[in-house]
C-alpha cells in the first residue's frame, strides 16, 4: 500500500519506518527542512534505539522516502497519517491543534481518489470532525474518510511498542475506512494485536484515558512514598505488595521525582480542559496533575535537605537529563524543574546524560556539561541520580568517593539498595525509603 505520514518526530518516522518494514510504501513528509536534509543523508534527528537501523534499511530498499512537499508526497497515498506535534497551547492548557489543521488542510488540496485520513497524533475529542470539516471545505469533491487511530508507543521501546502493540485503536465508521485500516495493519496478524474498532470520539478519548491514567497511577505511588518517608515505610515493597494483585498490576509503580516527558503532562491538562469544557470535570486528573507539577520542582528539597539544608555556594552533579533513559527526549523532564530549583538555591550545577547534551543545553545554560558520570561527580557536594540510564546502575564508588567533596548520593529512581550504598561509606537519600 502507499501511505504518507506528516510529521517526522518521535511518532510519524517511527511508524513510517514500521509501516515500510511491514512492506508498505511510506513517504515521511515535515516541514523542518533541515530533519528531511539529515534524514535524506542517513542522520536520524532523534535517538530511537534501532531506529536508524530501520529506516537504513527501508529508505535503502526504495519503501521509505523522505520530502518537505506535502503536496508531492502525499499524492496517490490511499491512507495519510498525521502525526504532528499537539502541544499544550500557551497560556491555558487546551491542545494546540493548530499543527494538525494546517497538515489536514494542506493535505485536502492534493488528495486523489478515496483517501483516509488518520489522526495518529494524540487529539481531543471532536478533533476528528474539525478534521473532516476543514477537508471538506477545501476540497468540496474529495472521496475522504477521517479515522482516529491515536498511538501508544513508549519513546525508548518505540520499535517494539509499535510492531508488537497491547491493541490498535481504530475510530471509524465508514466502513471502507476500516477495511483499509485493518489492511494496513494486517501484517502485525501473526502477532495477534487485538484490531480495537470503535467510534472517532471514543477513540479519541481512549488515548487521553489511558495517559491520565497511568500518569494517575505514577502520582498515587508517588504520594504513598511521601506517606512512606514519614512513617518508615518502604515504597518498593508497598508497590510490590499491592502490585501483586492483578487488579492493580506492578507496572508504573516507580516512586520517582515525578513523570515528564512529551505525553503525559500535555495530555492530562488536555483532558482536565476538554471536561470543563463538557460540564464533567474529571478532579482526580485535575489534582495528579498539580501535584506531579509541584513534586518535581520539590525534589529538590531533597536534595537540599541530604546537603544540611543549604546547596548555596555547592557543586551538585545532575546524572540523567532526558525525561527518561534511552531517549534523547527533554520535553518536560523532572532534570529541569530540578535544575532550575537548585540554581535559585544557589547551587552550582555540574551534569551528564549519555545521549541527551545536545537538548539540555538551550535550557541548562548555567550548568556545566561533563564528560561522563565521574566528571560530573567530580567536586560535587551530592551526586544526584535524576534519570535511570543503565550505566548508572553500577557506579564505581570507590572512584566516586575519590573526586567528590562529600559523599552523598540523592538517588530519585531508587536505583540502589540504601544498606548497598552506606556500606561503601556514602549518605544515602532515596525516594519512599530509609
Ligand atoms: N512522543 C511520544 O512518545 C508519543 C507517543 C504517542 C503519541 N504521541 C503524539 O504524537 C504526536 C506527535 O508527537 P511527537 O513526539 O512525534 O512530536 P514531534 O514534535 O517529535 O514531531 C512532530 C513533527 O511534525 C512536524 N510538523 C508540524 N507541523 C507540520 C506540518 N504542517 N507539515 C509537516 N510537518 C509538520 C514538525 O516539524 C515535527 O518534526 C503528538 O500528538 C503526541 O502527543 C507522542
Known sequence: MRLAVIGAGYVGLVSGACFADFGHTVVCI?????????????ELPIFEPGLDALVANNAGQGRLAFTTDLAQGVRGAEAIFIAVGTPSRRGDGHADLSYVYAAAREAAAALEGFVVIVTKSTVPVGTGDE??????????????????NPEFLREGSAIGDFKRPDRIVIGASDPRARALMSEIYRPLNLNQPPLFFVDRPTSELIKYAANAFLATKITFINEIADLCEKVGANVQDVARGIGMDNRIGSKFLHAGPGYGGSCFPKDTLALVKTGQDADAPLRIVEAVAAINDSRKRGMAKKVIAACGGSVRGKTIGLLGLAFKPNTDDMREAPSLALAQALEDGGARLRVYDPVAMAQARASLTEAKFCEDAYDCASGAEALVIVTEWDMFRALDFSRLAGVMAAKTLVDLRNVYSSEDVR????AYFGVGVA
Do not use: C, H, Y
Not at 131 to 147: G, L, M, S, Y
Open 423 to 426: 556500606r561503601r561509606g556514602f
Open 30 to 42: 515535515d516541514r523542518d527542512a533541515e530533519k528531511i536534509a539529515a534524514l535524506r543523508r542517513g
Open 131 to 148: 478534521v473532516e470539516r476543514i477537508v471538506r471545505e477545501t476540497n468540496p469533491q474529495a472521496d475522504f474518510a477521517v479515522v482516529s
